[in-house]
């Protein structure tokens, strides 16, 4: 006979509350995450885009040491791509949170030439700026997309 603490019992629940057993997940996107932040006169445009780069390992390492390094993405998106996590004080973003990039409701709604706008336009009411071509070139901007890609794979 196994005997459950309090802890043990919390768990258990939460676990089972956040899997659903088959009932939607409690952490997955909602309405306003998934919602496209390329405004309506682009998006159609921007979905015509799409990444020049393969998948491969290489590709993504280039994407990994520019969102580690010169893009400084994990400034705002955390080593772990969830947006904000543990590195960020709460309170320091206003607006809307740094989008996590794990969730795959959002990784399936969003097309990389959508994502590829928002490196070059930024992305209005929230804190992301422009990066191309101020911090990275398009190549440089596709590499760093493939390393988004990454996180919403198993």
């Known amino acids: 006979m196994v005997a459950y603490g309090r802890y043990q019992v919390f768990l258990a629940i939460f676990v089972t509350a956040v899997l659903g057993q088959g009932g939607a997940s409690v952490l997955a996107a ?10 309506i006169d682009k998006i159609e445009e921007s979905r015509t885009w799409t990444n020049p780069f393969e998948a491969t390992s290489e ?17 705002c998106h955390g080593k772990d791509g969830k947006g904000l996590g543990g590195d960020i004080e709460p309170g320091i973003v206003k607006g809307p949170l740094p989008r996590n990039f794990t969730d795959k409701d959002w990784q399936a709604a969003r097309t990389d030439g959508e994502l590829f ?23 440089e901007a596709w590499q760093v997309l493939r390393y988004v890609r990454s996180f919403g794979q198993p």
């Open 117 to 139: 706008w928002i490196l070059k336009n930024g992305s209005k009411g929230t804190a992301m700026a422009p990066f191309i071509p101020l911090v990275l070139t398009e190549e």
């Open 59 to 75: 590709n993504i390492e280039k994407g990994k040491a520019l969102f580690h390094g010169k893009a400084f993405c994990v400034t």
């Open 30 to 39: 909602d309405e306003a995450v998934l919602r496209p932040r390329v405004p």
